[in-house]
C-alpha cells in the first residue's frame, strides 16, 4: 500500500518561500513510470497542478508557477519537496502531494491520473 505524508507550515509570510515535504511510503519514488506530483486547491476554486518530479528525476512544472516553482527529491529519504517563492495571499490553498501515472504525461490536469494522495496540507499565506 502507497502513502503520502505531506508536511510542512501552515502559516506563511507574504513575498517568503513556503516549501512542503512529503514522505512516500510503500514505493520507491524511482520506479519507473510514477510522477510524484504538488496539486494544490484554493478555496473555492478547483485543483491546480503545480508540477512534478517523474521516477528518473526529471522535472515538469506548470508554466503559471514555472518561475517561481523548483521541485527535488531525496530519494534515501523516499521524499521530494516543493518551493514556492514570493508567495501572496492568492497562494493560500490547500496544498496535496499525489502520484501520478502515465496517464498524466498528455495533460497533468488530468487528476483521474493520479492513484494515491496525500491528506493535503492546509497552507496560509498572510502577514
Known amino acids: 500500500q502507497v502513502h503520502l505524508q505531506g508536511s510542512g507550515p501552515g502559516l506563511v509570510k507574504p513575498s517568503q518561500t513556503l516549501s512542503l515535504t512529503c514522505i512516500v511510503s510503500?514505493?520507491?519514488?524511482?520506479?519507473?513510470?510514477?510522477?510524484w506530483t504538488w496539486i494544490r486547491q484554493p478555496p473555492g476554486k478547483g485543483l491546480e497542478w503545480i508540477g512534478y518530479?517523474?521516477?528518473?528525476?526529471?522535472?515538469y512544472y506548470n508554466p503559471s508557477f514555472k518561475s517561481r516553482t523548483s521541485i527535488s527529491r531525496d530519494t534515501f529519504k523516499n521524499q521530494f519537496t516543493l518551493q514556492l517563492s514570493s508567495v501572496t495571499p492568492e497562494d493560500t490553498a490547500v496544498y496535496y502531494c499525489?502520484?501520478?501515472?502515465?496517464?498524466?504525461?498528455?495533460?497533468?490536469?488530468?487528476?483521474?491520473?493520479?492513484?494515491?494522495w496525500g491528506q493535503g496540507t492546509q497552507v496560509t499565506v498572510s502577514s
Open positions: 499525489a502520484r501520478g501515472t502515465d496517464a498524466i504525461l498528455s495533460d497533468p490536469g488530468n487528476y483521474e491520473g493520479y492513484d494515491y
Open positions: 510503500g514505493e520507491p519514488i524511482t520506479t519507473n513510470h510514477y510522477y
Open positions: 518530479i517523474a521516477y528518473s528525476g526529471s522535472t
